[in-house]
């Protein structure tokens, strides 16, 4: 068991180093839509694609609207099907220090 559980551990710091390096900044959430966090990859995908962005701003640790939205919208098969049809990109704000992204703040902002 031991054996296994350090399989793993090593086997997602490997992933998480690799996208990283390859600057894949993309989060899934627990309905495997792919929500960008660097905008301009996005917009690099967008046009490869060739579908538009839809863009979602939100202030993820303070924003109640914001988490409503994911909690009662995101999760539901309407939005999951119809997510198909775009690049989705979160531009988070929060409040909490910790939490900003500070790699991308400047786009965010600019945006």
């Not at 495997?32 to 905008?39: A, C, G, I, P, V």
């Not at 995101?74 to 909490?96: G, H, Q, R, T, Y």
Request: glycine residues 2%.
């Amino acid at each position: 068991m031991k054996f296994v559980t350090t399989m793993l551990f090593c086997l997602f710091i490997t992933c998480n180093l690799q996208a990283q390096k390859t600057g894949k900044h993309v989060k899934t959430d627990s309905h495997n839509l792919r929500w960008y966090l660097d905008y301009q990859k996005a917009k690099k995908v967008s046009a490869e694609l060739e579908k538009p962005m839809l863009l979602f701003f939100t202030g993820s640790d303070w924003c109640g609207a914001c988490i409503e939205l994911e909690k009662n919208y995101f999760s539901k098969n309407a939005f999951i099907k119809l997510a198909e049809k775009f690049v989705l990109v979160e531009l988070d704000f929060p409040s909490k220090k910790e939490l900003v992204r500070e790699k991308y703040i400047d786009d965010y902002m600019m945006l």
